[in-house]
Nanobody
Framework: QVQLVESGGGLVQPGGSLRLSCVASGSMLGVTAMGWYRQAPGKQRELVARFVGGGNTDYADSVKGRFTISRDNAKNTVSLQMNSLKPEDSAVYYC?????????WGQGTQVTVSS
């Protein structure tokens, strides 16, 4: 079993920055992907950024050049540095981990970009 705990959301003005962190606990054997998704009101949950396979990264086109995903394997932590935030980045951000054909989700953290 895996548990994911996110932190770092909040309210920020357009153009500002936030850093999200996710700590995983439990067995990390067989992990195939770990990263971040988001869901805005009335929209489907979408990929933001993730590590897959041997360390490759995927980013949504809408965040490329603004967001950076990083990880600390020793601490089972994945982080998302979000710069140049836009109002359309406002959403609940969820940490996700895929392991042995199972998907695990954090509780979500709210990010609101507004002046």
């Amino acid at each position: 079993q895996v548990q994911l705990v996110e932190s770092g959301g909040g309210l920020v003005q357009p153009g500002g920055s936030l850093r999200l962190s996710c700590v995983a606990s439990g067995s990390m054997l067989g992990v195939t992907a770990m990263g971040w998704y988001r869901q805005a009101p009335g929209k489907q949950r979408e990929l933001v950024a993730r590590f897959v396979g041997g360390g490759n990264t995927d980013y949504a086109d809408s965040v490329k050049g603004r967001f950076t995903i990083s990880r600390d394997n020793a601490k089972n932590t994945v982080s998302l540095q979000m710069n140049s935030l836009k109002p359309e980045d406002s959403a609940v951000y969820y940490c996700h981990l895929a392991r042995l054909r199972s998907d695990y989700w954090g509780q979500g953290t709210q990010v609101t970009v507004s002046s």
